[in-house]
């Protein structure tokens, strides 16, 4: 038996709701922004820096700068009821007068906190205002005697709506107080060789930075953070190799051509020699008396699926079933409609298996001229999968579930496998004896960041476009264009013609100046009176999301317009327009997985990318690339060049291994000591230190492993 983790561990995965001020409400509210868990908490890392120790003469303020002064409260001027103006507080001091701003305030809170004729410290953004100087909503408001209260450094926090900064600080001050002393997991050596803190000393510096470099992802305390992530990333994926490789031997699979000649014979079209080479390899990796671990990258629209249905038809002529995990119920539907496609004219069926209560199917083509097809129940997929007359299944997460059994699994193909945890490779490879595991990114990966990364794999790549496909002609413009573009749109859809216009948020913002979905979309349909538009984006009911992705398909719309909800898993082969607006906010792998949604058929398909200017030299960098090339592979190589340390902070990017802490762009010589380091912990046995690693970075993953015991 190995020894227990620390007791003391456990109070970082107590539920957020044991952290001071913490309700049922605001639980929901950190579940969606930050995670469940204390230690949840603690990973929820500043993206900037407040320096409030700025205290000008008011008479010098700069407009935009944050400011502290210490001023008296002259006089309050408040609306009377029913009018709709701001609330003012005219201050002073002997350098100047300031005016504090309130917005829809509540007058006895205002009142109570900045008293006529008292003194208060007062620290936020200051603005010139025909003269005067002003300061809207003030981000501290103290009494002189409280000042030791006010920050001189002031880290900020990603939010989400109801989650104010006040309340994440008071959250996760609470949160550093539970951290335990740890025993140190990280060779010496190792930890003097790279000046790193321990643990504990690390994530309290994170949360507390003093200067901009203390943001930066190679500054101590977050190298040191984003290693311990790497570290337990790679031993969870070699503890997930070993025990496919000694624990269950695997068994062999071999086809005789009987449904792939079928298949090949059917298909409308050539296969391309990447898809020729990509299926020879897992064909004879199936042959093999060993468990199959493989990863199938293939950049978008390159034929990933037909590969991964000639593997699992492949499984059937052996005897045994497969399935195909996808990460939505979108991209789930879009290939089992795909497949379905397919198998029709061989007459196999197909499940389908989404959540609880949100549909099941399953279709045959019943050889009737028009192609009837018959659904079954979620009961019946269930029994038919656990008696095996069902060969085939593509499911959500429930195919996961302890309800679903199936008679003999011998294939788990995981679809856009980034988005799930070396865990759930796990519970799918346990859904049957000896059970090959074959993962799928549309995504490409740098060749040096896969073959670390996900070492745990065998890879295969697509890296060729069916033949026909044109590549997308893609253009960069201003947006002082979009009049222009707008006609231009309107006369193709008018011959026509399908087309995408995606916005980066749903609503307006007031921080950030881009176009919101809503009235964007608003726009479109009156400058463009004689074309149906429809809407799609991640904040409305899945229903109505669904039937404007539907209309879009079928062709009763002419227009999407949509957030990134349609960067994976909507395929439209008749779109051949995308426009995607303020281009610049968006990553490069981003960029290219959105455009990936035209150029799929023989019709010539083209791109626009929309920016507001000025652009900083990486954004016109990322737009130059996408321009240029339609290489998805050679993409991901500029991606991770242009992701240097000024690129870590904000809004992670698609296309890489997705960790919290740790960016591949910047750790990717951390990542290489880490497998090193792994290998030589599995080597040595040393149970203790990975248990208590596994169970603080990758809880999901050692699950299995650890209540083994």
Known sequence: MHPKRPPEIFQLFAATTSLSGVGAKLASVLEKRVGHYVIDVLRHLPVGLVDRSQRPALADVTDGSVAT????VVKHDRPPRGVRRPYRVFCENETGALELVFFHAHDDYVAKQLPVGERRLVSGRVELFQGRVQMAHPDHILAPTQADKMPVFEPVYPLTAGLTPKILRRTIDDALTRIPDLPEWIPPALVKQHGWPDFATAMRIAHAPKNASDLLPNSPARARLAFDELLANQLAMMMVRHSAAETTPGRAYCGNGHITNQLLASLPYEMTGAQRRAIAEITADQAKPKRMLRMLQGDVGSGKTLVALWAMLTTMEAGVQAALLAPTEVLARQHHSSIQAMLAPLGIEIGLLLGQGRG????RENGTANGTARTLSRKETLTRLADGSLPLVVGTHALLSETVAFHDLGLAVVDEQHRFGVRQRILLGEKGAHVDVMVMTATPIPRSLAMTAYGDLDHSRIDEKPVGRLPIDTRVLPSDRLGDVISNLGRALGDGKRAYWICPLVEESDKLDIAAAEDRFAALVRALPGVTVQLAHGKMKAGERDHAMQAFRDGTAQLLVATTVVEVGVDV?????????HAERFGLAQLHQLRGRVGRSSQQSSCLLIYQGPLSDTASKRLAVMRDTNDGF?????DLELRGPG???GQRQSGMPEFVLADLAVHRDLLGIARA????????????HMNLLLSLFERDSAVKFLASG
């Open 677 to 688: 380091e792994a290998s030589r912990a599995l080597d040595n046995n040393d149970q203790p």
């Open 69 to 72: 002064f210490d001023v008296l």
């Open 573 to 581: 082969p008749q779109a051949s327009i995308i426009i995607i607006e």
């Open 360 to 363: 099941t199917g399953t279709a």
């Open 634 to 638: 050679l993409i991901a190589e500029e």
């Open 647 to 649: 690129e870590f902070l």
